[in-house]
């Protein structure tokens, strides 16, 4: 079978307002080809399939065959590939390590299409940066809903929005008991992938058996990450806070409603209860996909988007999955101290939905006592309607119309006075970045800290989904965004240069599905944030979520 290069698509950045943006671009196109029984060759890519030769069923497309739907929401091709890419450009040498990137990338089991973006099984991207060359890869992660459903040819574990079927009203009973027991909960570790100060890498999602140890050098599944204390619990934040000393996260309580926040030190497996709150709203906690920490405080979010057992008991899903939209029991954000474990404020503020926080810093008067925190959130204007927008059927189906709901840097400011109000505002003009706001990540060391820069994914519309990459100044308040005509970039991901001083000093990592069925690994510059360098795959690759940073040893 022969196979054509994808072309090139250089894009200028685009400045300020999304409105204003002019896209330029050229591109060079080449052929190479030859047989393929168990490699094939691109453009100096070695395309592998590393468990075997690839499959019979594994077609390899021309880039001008017309794709009826975009890769981006489309299954990966074959459950392993491994090879060294052509780069144009220039990779920086300093760059030495491993991005990984998580993320839903098998949609089928056999002839059945799962419904939400967040019920697909976990594709574990990597991107090693060693000496100006990069070799990538890709592999499933091997979890036992993931194994199960290829063995039975059917869903048999609970996923986002997914049930499995059950033959009678008594097997739908067994099934519920299994709910209560967690065993029927899924460990597709589809949301992020982080690592630990031991080294220990980790692939996760909202449920804590959805814990699971990968190796980054094979991306081989090594195992369940088994946390070695009695707290128990069925779900936690799929983010957690992770530094080279300790894992910190929330355990939501369904029962009697609140959150736990617990610690786990570097190169343990037990968690550690620090302290617990209890909601102010009602009847469930708050959905907590992330929260954010300062340098002495753990800032637990209390959302009117709530966890809804009832929901959860169904067997076809509802309007907002297993949450609802509970506006009367209003929106909170509490504070607790890392030490004590004591709540030293909690606060009420304006409804809001958020997926991500950014990060959270301490503001001090003149005496240098703390006088409030400032927490900044990837923030979608109280609309909780974003989760029916991430459906398959939805995303697959975009028209050429505008309905991205509107979102913002949403920035908290918490008062430590005692004052009962909170405030909830736009960090810049939302028409800065598009009005999309999702996906972002900024400079590591300044966690818990004031910083300047956050890189994300932002919107140039109309769209139904967020389509650009955006480095955004919240000192100046402004936004330098790019976007590639019909390509949906993932989470730009920053890593600073060793020994830098400047806080945006280092790359921004991406990798994007393009509209030809195609796609791309992308770096930019961070003080400039122009392309330095890009690397085509040999194909598209779907949509990811989360990624981390594994410096070279």
């Not at 671009?25 to 453009?43: A, D, E, I, T, W």
């Not at 991107?127 to 060359?133: D, M, Q, S, T, V």
């Not at 900044?376 to 909780?384: G, K, L, M, R, V």
């Not at 939302?430 to 300047?452: E, I």
């Amino acid at each position: 079978m022969a196979f054509t290069s994808f072309g090139v698509i250089r894009n200028n950045i685009v400045s300020s307002k999304l409105g204003d943006s002019k896209l330029s671009g050229h591109g060079k196109k080449g052929s190479h080809g030859m047989n393929l029984p168990l490699k094939l060759r691109v453009m100096n890519v070695a395309l592998e399939g590393v468990s075997g030769a690839p499959q019979a069923n594994t077609v390899l497309v021309r880039d001008t065959e017309v794709r009826k739907k975009h890769v981006a929401w489309e299954s990966i091709r074959q459950e392993r590939w491994e090879g060294e890419l052509e780069v144009q450009g220039q990779i920086p040498l300093w760059l030495s390590g491993t991005y990984l990137r998580n993320g839903p990338g098998m949609f089928n089991i056999g002839d059945y299409g799962l419904r939400h973006l967040f019920d697909g099984y976990a594709t574990l991207i990597r991107l090693h940066f060693e000496n100006g060359r990069l070799i990538a890869g890709h592999s499933q992660i091997q979890s036992e809903a993931y194994r199960a459903a290829k063995s039975h040819g059917r869903l048999c574990y609970r996923e986002f929005s997914e049930v499995p079927k059950t033959a009678n009203f008594l097997a739908y009973i067994g099934e519920l008991a299994s709910l209560v027991s967690g065993e029927s909960l899924t460990d597709n570790a589809n949301t992020g992938v982080i690592k630990l100060g031991d080294g220990r890498v980790v692939c996760m999602t909202e449920t804590t058996k959805g814990s699971i140890q990968v190796d980054p050098n094979t991306l081989k599944t090594i195992g369940k990450f088994e946390y070695t204390d009695n707290l128990g619990g069925l779900i936690h934040s799929a983010h957690p806070i992770v530094t080279d000393e300790e894992f910190l996260t929330l355990l939501p309580d369904l029962v009697y409603p609140g959150y736990r926040v617990v610690r786990m030190v570097a190169g343990s497996n037990k968690r550690e209860l620090i302290g617990r709150v209890d909601c102010r709203g009602g009847p469930a906690p708050g959905w907590v996909h992330s929260f954010p920490v300062t340098q002495n405080y753990i800032l637990v979010p209390e959302m009117p988007l709530r966890y809804c057992v009832q929901n959860l008991l169904k067997a076809e899903p509802t309007p907002l999955f297993k949450f609802e939209w509970h506006p009367e029991s209003k929106g909170f954000m509490h504070v607790m101290c890392k030490r004590s474990g004591k709540v030293v404020a909690s606060v009420e503020v304006p409804l809001y939905v958020t997926f991500h926080f950014v990060n959270a810093y301490e503001e001090h008067d003149e005496e240098g006592r703390v006088t409030a925190i400032i927490a900044d959130c990837c923030e979608h204007n109280a609309d909780a309607s974003i989760l029916q927008r991430l459906t398959l059927q939805n995303l697959r189906s975009f028209s050429g119309k505008d309905v991205l709901p509107d979102a913002r840097v949403g920035r908290f400011t918490i008062p430590l006075d005692g004052s009962p109000m909170g405030k909830l505002e736009a960090a810049l003009d939302p028409d800065q970045h598009g009005r999309g706001m999702d996906m972002c990540s900024f400079n590591p060391a300044y966690l818990g800290k004031k910083y300047r820069y956050l890189y994300a994914s932002g919107a140039k519309r109309p769209c139904n989904f967020p389509n650009t990459i955006t480095k955004i100044d919240l000192e100046i308040k402004t936004a330098k965004n790019w976007h590639d005509e019909g390509g949906v970039p993932s989470e730009p991901f920053f890593v600073a240069r060793p020994g830098a001083t400047a806080e945006d000093d280092g790359v921004v990592i991406s990798m994007v599905s393009d509209k030809e069925g195609g796609g791309y690994a992308i770096l930019f510059d961070g003080p400039t944030f122009e392309e330095i360098a890009r690397a085509r795959f040999p194909y598209g690759l779907p949509y990811g979520l989360h990624g981390c940073w594994v410096p070279k040893n």
